[in-house]
């Protein structure tokens, strides 16, 4: 678009003329949609695909010709230098403007034509220049460029008109038979007449006329394989040991000289469109390869005078020098091409390229002033005028986690095109290029820091760096320090004033480095016993969750709903009655594919209907913010409720009714039982812990069974340790499979969970 405005400037003003959005042009058979403008000074056609620009100057145009076509009304263009344009999809309220400015500005005749309408299949062929017109009673039936005839065969009085294939349609005319009758009184033969005609204009590509240069024996990395080059004055012949390619030099759009990172070798890139085929693939992109060292000595089978006039002197009789440089002058004199090389990006390592991979082949990738170039296999070319977006992509998997990330490219056609493991420190390179092009960069992963886990690419080992790893090890230790601070172990709270005198001092250091010797001691134990479930194919316990969700003010504003399940709730009813007995899933799925069926003008009254919805909401949360700046919303703490004691006498089955004695022994060892870890602990330990004051109480808490109170209370007391580690149960088959195995406790105490429990 930018070389679009440059030209217009360079013709005059920018904003004079005409301008027609969604227009296509046929080319080859072939409907190419694109945006047409008619210049004073000249005819100018973009194609959206390729990004190619068209143009016919005002002064070589002839005729045009207006006509009513299967889209809409077509504007045909014939000029002087027999090329022909067919322009479809013009409404009939341009036509006026079209003719006044035509009439006006170009020095050619306009014509309105009516077209022939009664299905007849026989009538005048008559040639105007490139175009063959089938008429009837001066009414054209159809029109044929014959720049899109490839070939032409004539069999007594038939003439038989192949054309060219275009593998993006679906649909292709292929052939075209024609009878001409031979008058009795006529002694020319008129089919032979009738195909001398077509091939004079027709686009029949054949090897006639002498070599210009030749090449032989380059490599090409697409195709694959070693061909030699002959270089025709309207065509590019490549001769390989299995296929041929002959290649028109109309149909090469781009030539890009891309250096290689090593330094030893060039590629040379060829753009066509239509691609060369070999079977089912195409090869919309050439690439050549060629050594820096290798040297050539040229001698063009070219005249002086052709050299001077058809090539503006850009060619010498005789060249030399490097292959690649030799092969870039004469393919831009023979094509009429530029040739696009890098342009102010330079990567890390002062190349011009990064290294990367698309759909799992390596390659480079090069950032072009107008667009990336991915070579080699398979090669891409994207436009920065179609270009959508752009995303980096970290790459989360192995040791080396953050050294390569992703370059995603989103096109505004919605391809998607994912450059993969280019190296961390390209980033503020890329990142830089792309923000002096103004092309738009997001991140989809949704992570802010994203630019500071790159920092500046330099050495990830360098101190100013920071270390994934090392953050990741710290953010787990937090975690497992949050977990050990809330867990029944820990006695400190804090906030509580520590005592200064020696004496406690000592003791509380004492006490300190006891309980940091627990804690290294339960670590391992826990790890240790992970490590058996995991060995013996147990699932290991997952992590306590420690940060809980802050409760939700019950009159803080609720979000609007979207257009989408506004839309829901008004039709939710319709889908459920044509659709008795769908599920709820299946009433999304079905409600899914409904919307996308809706009607802009539909849609947009539910779009409106949720912006006033959306206005609503934020008035009411200015007036929330405004109060909770006054008076802050405080959630009511709802004390810890303790299990209900039940009767367990209405628990006990038939066998433990008749043996109370039997369970409150086992209830008691069980209750006394101490494992051997915690009474190792306990040896080891000094005893210089200020003593509990409220110990001697707890100690006296005993474990009630129901029905055994007498024999309960022979049983010695549980220690404060059992308490804390421990778990009181009852045996399997006391209790219900629906109810807790869970003992009773006395006022004051909780009943302690077993997942941090040693006795496990």
Known sequence: YNEYKSYLSRMGDVESGLDFKDVGVIVRGAYCSGRLRLHPKAVMFKFNKSGKIDQYDASDICEVQWMKASRGHQLLVL??????????????????DIKKFIKNQYNAVFLEKEPFVKGWNWGNAEFNGPLLTFQNDTKPIFEIPLSDVSSATVNKNEVTLEFHQDDDNDLNLVEMRFFVP??????????ENFHNSVMRYADVIQATGDVIVKFSQVLLQTPRGRYDIDMYPTFLRLHGKSYDYKIPYSTIIRLFLLPHNDNRSVYFVITTDPPIRQGQTRYPHIV??????????????????????????????????????????????????????????????GNQAVACSHKANAGHLYPLEKGFMYVVKPPVHIRFDEVGSVNFSRVASGVGQNRSFDLEVETKSGANYVFASIEKQEYSKLFDFMKAKKIRIQNNKGDENFQDDFGDGSDSDKDDMPDH????????????????????DEDFVAGDTPDTSPSSSSSQSEAE????????????????????????????????????????????????????????????????????????????????????SVSSSERQKYEDKCSELKKDYDEAMRQYNKEQAKNPYKPEKTPKQS???????????????????????????????????????????????????????????????????????????????????????????DLPDDMSDEAEFTDGEEPISSSGSDSD
């Open 79 to 96: 000029t002087n230098s027999n090329s022909i344009v067919k322009f479809l999809g013009l409404d009939e309220k341009s036509k006026d």
């Open 182 to 191: 031979q008058p009795s009184d006529e002694t020319i033969d008129q089919a």
């Open 288 to 349: 050549i390869q060629f050594n820096k060292d290798d040297w050539s000595d040229l001698a063009l089978e070219l005249d002086e005078d052709t050299i001077a006039q058809k090539y503006d002197g850009k060619l010498q009789k005789e060249m030399a020098g490097p292959t690649y440089e030799t092969f870039s002058k004469v393919m831009k004199a023979v094509v009429g091409q530029k040739v696009f090389v890098p342009g102010t990006f330079q990567s890390s390592k």
């Open 469 to 488: 790893y090392l953050e990741k090890m710290k953010a787990e230790g937090k975690e497992r320090d949050s977990d050990e601070t809330s867990s029944d």
């Open 513 to 596: 480095s006891s309980k940091k010797k627990r804690k290294v001691l339960k670590e391992t134990e826990i790890r240790t016993k992970e490590r058996k479930k995991k060995s013996s194919g147990e699932k290991a316990a997952p992590r306590k969750k420690t940060d809980k969700k802050a409760p939700k003010d019950p009159n803080k504003p609720k979000k609007p709903p979207t257009p989408y399940f506004l839309w829901l709730a008004d039709n939710r009813a319709g889908i459920k009655e044509k659709n008795p007995g769908i599920s709820v899933t299946e009433i999304a799925k079905k409600a899914g594919e409904m919307w996308r």
């Open 643 to 733: 299990k209900p004691s039940s009767d367990k006498t209405s628990y006990k089955s038939k066998a433990t009714v008749d043996t109370d004695e039997d369970l409150s022994t086992t209830d008691d060892e069980k209750t006394t039982k101490e494992p051997e870890n915690e009474k190792k602990r306990k040896r080891e330990e000094p005893n210089t812990s200020k003593p509990d004051k409220d110990s001697d109480d707890e100690s006296d808490s005993d474990v009630k069974t129901e029905g055994s109170e007498s024999e309960s209370a022979k049983s010695p007391p549980p220690k404060r340790s059992m308490r804390k580690h421990g778990k009181a149960s009852a045996p399997a088959g």
